[in-house]
């Protein structure tokens, strides 16, 4: 493979991208596309939490069913799993490894750190049959042709362009306790959905799907840290912000947006299912055992994204829903134009950056 300008024009633009998922979407496609050697590649994100830790699938893209049901698999998830703690607990920091599991060869690149999870590159490479199926490292010379190692050290040096780029949405775009986006990346992304919803706005307006904006409030919060610490404090917000990773789905946007409140932008869907939604995700929590704190509710205020509607006063909506939920009994959903109808609240009306009532 030849370096042409065709090819680093592709790497560079990777360094443009501000968005996790976008850039993992681009990076994915670009390997798949530039190398045939790599038959899939995903990112799984390692949490450890003080009590335990847990290993789940962020992203991936393969060439067959074969490489998706692999990435799927719980068995090859635990016995990764148990590798890459087992590694860790042996090594300060992890090289970047060629090694087999149950007879699959893998690359595996640490891509970046937060403060309480490490992300990894994943690549699946041809099989070496002369390698014990087992979790055995694989010396990286003498296995491979001279074109597959040159390949090897090629997908090491851009999977390290990956890896700076990820680095610096984390630092600049991500919470870092939760490894959400942040606030300054949720007025970001309403910025360029206003924009997109207004092109798509002009091209069908019999569009009966819409999107949604929701506030969720961890119920009581304070009361958990007085009574247990914020050490399990924090850990309820982290296993918080891991079970909506898990519930919603991946074109979702799911912001931290201040201390125990968060932010979800449901796109492209319709105002009975966005409210499903969310109450499946109110019932999952309250039902979900949080250690040593037992059992958590959360609040939840939804409201309508309107393109006509400035940021400000579309939050205000969600967060009047919100306050509603909150004074008549929490763990419940709120849905500001229902409630609105219903006379339940007062109209929120913004003139610049004020609002009135």
């Known amino acids: 493979m030849s370096y042409t300008a065709e090819f680093l024009k592709k790497i560079s633009q990777l360094t443009l991208i501000r968005e996790d998922d976008a850039l993992a979407e681009a990076f994915f496609e670009f390997m798949l596309t530039e190398f045939d050697f790599i ?35 719980s068995d090859f998830q635990k016995n990764l799993s148990e590798f890459l703690q087992r590694y860790l607990q042996q090594h300060a920091e992890l090289e970047d490894r060629v090694i087999n599991i149950a007879g699959h060869t893998l690359l595996i690149k640490k891509s970046s750190r937060e403060k309480t999870a490490i992300y990894f590159l994943v690549f699946l490479l041809p099989a ?58 949720f007025d970001r992304s309403m910025l360029h959905l206003h924009e997109s919803n207004e092109h798509r706005h002009r091209r069908s307006k019999d569009n009966k799907n819409s999107a949604y904006l929701a506030l969720l409030d961890i119920d009581h919060f ?37 201390g125990e409140e968060f932010v979800v932008i449901l796109k492209d869907v319709s105002h009975d299912i966005a409210e499903t939604v969310l109450h499946r995700f109110r ?60 006379g339940c609240l007062q109209e929120v009306v913004a003139k610049d950056d004020i609002e009135l009532f």
């Open 222 to 258: 304070k009361k958990i840290n007085d009574t247990y610490g914020h050490l399990y404090g924090d850990e309820v917000l982290l296993l918080f912000a891991q079970q909506m990773q898990l519930t919603f789905r991946e074109d979702d946007l799911l912001f931290r947006y201040g």
């Open 128 to 185: 070496i049959d002369s390698v014990e199926p087992q979790n055995e490292l694989i010396a990286n010379t003498l296995q491979y042709d001279s074109n597959e190692l040159h390949q090897l050290d090629t997908i090491r040096y851009l999977s390290d362009i990956y890896s700076n780029q990820q680095t610096m949405i984390t630092l600049n775009d991500k919470d870092s306790l939760t490894g959400l986006y942040n606030r300054k990346s």
């Open 283 to 342: 019932h999952y929590i309250e039902s979900y055992n949080f250690p040593q704190v037992d059992q958590v509710t959360v609040s939840i205020g939804m409201t309508q994204l309107d393109i006509e509607r400035m940021q400000s006063e579309i939050v205000s909506r969600a967060d009047q829903a919100l306050y509603y939920v909150k004074e008549h009994g929490r763990n419940n959903v709120g849905y500001y134009e229902e409630l609105l109808q219903n």
């Open 39 to 73: 038959q899939g590649v995903a990112r799984y994100k390692l949490e450890q939490l003080p009590l335990n830790s847990m290993l789940s699938l962020q992203a991936f893209q393969g060439r067959s069913d074969l490489s998706r049901e692999l990435f799927k698999n």
